[in-house]
Nanobody
Framework: QVQLVESGGGLMQAGGSLRLSCAAS????????MAWFRQAPGKEREFVAAVTWRAGTTHYADSVKGRCTISRDTAENTVYLQVNSLKPEDTAVYYC????????????????WGQGTQVTVSS
């Protein structure tokens, strides 16, 4: 079992930047990867980025590649998402997730989710 708590969301201006954090608490942390997903109103939850825990290998959705950076702090069991050049279409609830099994880009591959943090980008 792992508990995930996101923070860092809020109201942002287009063109600005934000940094989301996800603190993970567990007795033993041995998840293969952590990821960020987001869900805009009326849309499916979509993959944003993932990072493998040991190697730090990163993966990004095409829609955010070049604007997002995912990173992790293995000592603090925390994963971060930096988003630059914010756009109104980045408005969504952002969720942190711990990988269970399967393809990193699939929502079904993640077994644990945080409660989400709202990001609203105004133009």
């Amino acid at each position: 079992q792992v508990q995930l708590v996101e923070s860092g969301g809020g109201l942002m201006q287009a063109g600005g930047s934000l940094r989301l954090s996800c603190a993970a608490s567990a007795r033993t942390f041995n998840y293969y990867a952590m990821a960020w997903f987001r869900q805009a109103p009326g849309k499916e939850r979509e993959f944003v980025a993932a990072v493998t825990w040991r190697a730090g290998t990163t993966h990004y959705a095409d829609s955010v590649k070049g604007r997002c950076t995912i990173s992790r702090d293995t000592a603090e069991n925390t994963v971060y998402l930096q988003v630059n050049s914010l756009k109104p279409e980045d408005t969504a609830v952002y969720y942190c997730a711990a990988h269970r099994s399967g393809y990193l880009y699939y929502r079904e591959s993640y077994g644990y989710w945080g409660q989400g943090t709202q990001v609203t980008v105004s133009s």
